[in-house]
């Protein structure tokens, strides 16, 4: 649309119009109010008919696009993809995968007549306890805002858009509406702001969500300083700002700090304290406490992208996206991100040998997460189907069982599957104990079988955080036991025992993983875990995802200690007291072993780096070198480049991720030449006011994990 016709709209719009473009419908076909056009979207803005604005349609999520899968008195379903969740997208550390997700995504944004995605989520691994850190990327600004950039590249290839959220210092479900992050400008430029920076500067996003939480006293959807000088003033971002849903106290705030947008509206409906947002921007502008300039200036920042949008455009969506072509991305976004953690060589097994599934997770295998990155797909292919649609040789006697236990418990008062607070949005899925079985029977599976395969799961969600507890970071004592009994008895028979990780966050390993021989982590691989596993397993595919955050040894060596905040019973404030030792930062600066670090993975076959080249060119380093595939089997690989710092007179973490590359499928032999530039000003430190470059020699570490450095190099600034 030419600016004449834009502006021309916005200048005929009444106050009433104009307050009804900023503030959302209501959650849709919830609380009285209308049901969406495309049912199960989370958002919808009013249309204003007279100037032929229609409205526009916000959904979730992280994983795939989140819509109700039936419509009442249709006979058709709207299921949309299951992809991986964001940290095993992250495990595969590959732009082009992110990217080709991105497509699949947003097709079905825009063939089920959805405008924007409420996704990527780029909040930070700052503890593995967090309950969406499923819907998160990484530990690692740099990691994070590379995937999140390629994701929406991808959506917004599609001609729809993409929301990154929750802007920012949200990495807790703890009291998540009203919690006080407390955090130094440092750690906030260097580690959680990066990510969004990286993002908004390199895919041009159509909107930004502010987090729930407040920042350093202000609510995000209401900090100035945050949504006006940070978001638009320094990086440029040109689009609109929306709020989280229902987030903030102050409508009236919320326009002059520049979130544009305040979702899903009618806040009243769910809290007594609130007011109608609408009426209470209209008597602000109207006594004059609200200019309505910055109305004006809202209004134009929704609509300048709205007028991009598929419903204004007046698109015809088919309600047929390519579900088939989607599930392959799916299942290769998920191939490569499945993480080798331990291996003695029974990895990969030939497709003759006899397998033993054990754990509950082999039914109900965890697709994903719960709440708003939850996703409705058309199946999930469980572990147990995927192995047997591959034609393993499974002793079907154990899977028998295990269908029987399940379903009956399942039935059991005690372990139905409740409703949470949100109907769907939140269910509580009581898990199941796993000590049923006895001796007798493991010993008889022990003779039948060649390799036992022990399923770990857990399910994680919006609301609320993990618990550093058994059952949850720490093995519960059923499943330990389940480690232990099988280890011992198949080990007695000559058998190999392998642990596989069902999971959307790290649980603690280092206490069990000598009883076992190889450890896969699965991650919540989506609609295809199943056929990805089996896969996996025998070699089909070679793993070739690296650890997007890493597995602290125990959860109490977690820099992070005070999560979720204090009080204790009832947090107000989390202080992020550890400042930029985030992670990694953390544990390789102050000498805290990890059970397993940032970016390491096994492969089924091994890598050589060599002929490291450094160049300092005065705005770019640029990088060099050679990675060769010596193993016999074909195989993809993750090279890292840490930077070390000079001393200098500011502290800082002993090494940072500042590049990274992913090589094509290489054979026994092959070489790939590798070149990455890093430019000079990712090198800054944010110091009191301002970024600082130190003076000095800077070493360049080039790696297959951030503790498996193989080149060293260097430059001078
Ligand atoms: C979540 C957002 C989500 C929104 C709409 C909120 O509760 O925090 O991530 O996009 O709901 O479903």
């Keep these: 649309m030419p600016l004449e016709d834009f ?11 104009k307050v009804s473009i900023v503030v959302g419908v209501g959650l849709p076909g919830l609380f009285g109010n209308a049901p969406s056009r495309v049912p199960g979207a989370a958002g919808e803005t009013h249309p204003i008919e007279r100037l032929r604005v229609p409205s526009a349609v916000f959904a979730d999520g992280p994983a795939g696009l989140r819509i109700s899968p039936r419509r009442e008195g249709d006979e058709l379903t709207y299921h949309a993809t299951a992809f991986p969740i964001e940290t095993m997208l992250a495990s595969t550390w590959n732009r082009e995968i992110l990217e080709e997700v991105g497509r699949a995504v947003g097709e079905e944004v825009r063939e089920y007549g959805v405008d924007i995605l ?5 909040n930070i691994h700052r503890n593995p306890l967090c309950g969406r850190n499923f819907e998160y990327y990484s530990e690692d600004p740099l990691l994070t805002g590379e995937m999140a950039a390629a994701f929406v590249r991808g959506v917004q290839s599609q001609g729809v858009g993409s929301c990154l959220k929750h802007f920012a210092a949200n990495e807790q479900e703890t009291n998540r509406f009203f919690i006080d992050t407390v955090v130094s400008e440092r750690a906030l430029r260097e580690i959680y702001l990066r990510g969004f920076e990286i993002a908004v500067r390199k895919s041009k996003p159509w909107a930004v969500m502010s987090a729930y939480n407040k920042l350093n006293g202000k609510y995000c959807s209401q900090n ?57 921007i209209l008597n602000a502008v109207k006594e004059g406490r609200l200019s309505e300039k910055i109305l004006d200036r809202n209004v134009r920042n929704i609509l300048k992208v709205l007028i991009n949008s598929p419903s204004f455009k007046g698109y015809k969506y088919s309600n047929k996206p390519n579900l088939d072509a989607h599930a392959r991305v799916a299942y290769k976004a998920g191939a490569e991100g499945v993480i080798l953690l331990k291996n003695d060589g029974t990895l990969p097994i030939s497709v003759d040998k006899r397998v033993a599934l054990f754990g509950t997770g082999q039914i109900e295998t965890i697709k994903g997460g719960t709440g708003s990155g939850d996703t409705h797909p058309r199946y999930v292919v469980s572990l147990l189907e995927g192995v047997r649609e591959r034609g393993l040789k499974i002793d079907e006697e154990l899977a028998k069982i295990y269908i029987k236990y399940v379903g009956e418990m399942r039935n059991r008062e005690e372990y139905k599957v409740r409703w949470g607070v949100l109907g769907e949005f939140m269910p509580i899925v009581p898990r199941l104990p796993e000590g049923f079985l006895s001796e007798k029977d493991i010993e008889r599976f022990a003779e039948n079988n060649d390799v036992a395969f022990i399923i770990i799961s857990r399910i994680s969600g919006e609301g609320y955080d993990r618990r550093p507890e058994k059952g949850d970071f720490y093995l519960s004592d059923d499943e330990r036991s389940l480690v ?32 076992v021989d190889a450890i896969l982590l699965i991650w919540q691989a989506g609609q295809e875990t199943g056929r990805i596993f089996a896969d996996i397993i025998t070699g089909r595919i070679n793993p070739s995802g690296k650890l997007p955050t890493t597995f602290p040894r125990d959860y109490w060596d977690v820099p992070s200690w005070n999560f979720p905040g204090e009080p204790r019973d009832n947090p107000q404030v989390v202080s992020y007291d550890e400042g930029i030792y985030v992670g990694y930062r953390y544990y390789d600066t102050f000498g805290v072993e990890p059970a397993y670090e940032f970016g390491f993975g096994l492969s089924y076959t091994t890598f050589k780096y060599g002929n490291l080249k450094v160049e300092n060119t005065g ?52 070489t790939e030449k590798v070149e990455i530039e890093i430019s ?25 994990s951030s503790r498996d450095i193989r080149l060293i190099g260097s430059f001078t600034i």
Excluded: C
């Excluded at 502006?7 to 119009?17: A, G």
């Excluded at 409420?118 to 780029?122: F, K, V």
């Design 7 to 17: 502006n021309e709209i916005v200048s005929k719009m009444t106050l009433e119009e």
């Design 118 to 122: 409420l996704a990527p989520a780029m």
């Design 224 to 280: 100035k300083w945050l949504l006006t000088k940070v978001l638009r003033e320094e990086w440029v971002f040109e689009d609109f700002v929306m709020t989280d849903w229902f987030a903030g106290d102050n409508p009236v705030e919320q326009m002059e700090a520049g979130n544009d947008m305040i979702m899903p509206g009618k806040a009243y409906q769910i809290n007594p304290k609130r007011k109608d947002e609408r009426e209470e």
């Design 484 to 515: 232990d009994r099988i280890s011992r008895i198949f080990h007695k028979y000559g058998r190999k025992v392998v642990a596989v990780l069902n999971i959307g966050s790290p649980v603690e390993v280092v206490s069990w993983r000598g009883l």
């Design 619 to 670: 705005n770019m380093v640029k990088i060099s070198f050679e990675i060769t595939k010596t193993g016999s089997f074909p195989g993809k690989e993750v090279a890292q480049v840490y930077i070390r710092a000079p001393r200098g007179v500011i502290d800082k973490p002993f090494q940072e991720l500042k590049g990274f590359h992913k090589t094509s499928l290489l054979n026994p032999g092959e």
């Design 680 to 704: 000079v000003d990712s090198l800054a430190i944010y110091n009191g006011d301002r970024w600082i470059i130190e003076k000095g020699r800077y070493e360049v570490r080039v790696g297959s």
